[in-house]
């Protein structure tokens, strides 16, 4: 926190004692270098500042960011105009100057600070649960492009029919996306969303991907095994290392994400033992032979996702 006034630094440093900040005395911007590198030491050293001009106030707010700070800052008057339009977050009151108001990403419309946290949190849920969500549908894009062009070049028989792709990304995407997009998160934000993302997705669609091929070229090299057999197996295999996908994404646990989590394995065991559903998703139970060979390669697909995982929170915690 860095207080900076136009007015003296004697009447600013009381005003800081008053709402509690340890400001014994301010510092007299007149006496400010210019230059950036020593001016970020008093900035580093100091929190009241007086006597600052507009143009001190953005110089104050561009030497903070060249020295590695993400600078929030508040203002009303026009003299805060330049620093506000610079900062990373300018923020101003209701009652600022239109200029001001301009300039500033936030208005307060009803000038209360208390305001900040709640808007700090809101965009911190948005942007880290959009983050975590786009996993889900990154890999699901990655796994669909490989197995479009892996059976199309081989001229097989596409793994799954239209139904039920459908029932696998509802339980493993759209529907516990739509609750992990709605949680409280509090993890603040870290540039790179994009690469993040991709760097764990694209992988685990590779992953998932080789489980249902697997599962495909046993069929084939067998022969004796129905089509539809053939696809419930590749089913299988997909909903399996496409749910741990989601749990791993979903890290960490809570007792609200663990039942989301839970209820689409439910789901899975619903749309497999269930007649209805069976005739409507045009499953068929598999051989057991088949059926080990998907649950083989799911498990294949499962340890290898959460080898990934793992490197992945490992790689980015240390950065």
Known sequence: MRIISGDDPRTVAAVAREVGLD?????????????????????????????????????MVLALQRGGHTVAMTGDGVNDALALKEADIG?????????????????LLDGRFDRLPGVVAEGRRVIANIERVSVLFLSKTAYAIILSATFGALLWDFPFLPRQLSATDGRTIGIPAFFLALMPNNRRYAPGFLKRSLSFAVPCGFVVAAAV???NVYATAVGAHTLSATRTASVVALSLAGLWILAASSRPLNPIRACIIG????????????????????LEWPPNDLLLTALGSARGGILAIEALHRFHSRSYARK
């Open 23 to 59: 400001a014994e005395y301010g510092y007299d911007a007149r006496e400010l270098p210019a230059h950036p590198d020593l001016m970020l030491e008093a900035l580093e050293d100091y929190v009241v500042f007086g006597r600052v001009t507009p143009k001190q106030k953005k110089d």
């Open 91 to 107: 923020i101003a009151m209701d009652s600022a100057a239109a200029a001001t108001k301009a300039v500033s990403r936030i208005v």
């Open 213 to 215: 091929f697997a599962v």
């Open 263 to 282: 209820a689409m394995y439910l789901g899975l065991v619903l749309v497999l033992s269930v007649p209805l559903l069976q005739d409507f998703f045009g």
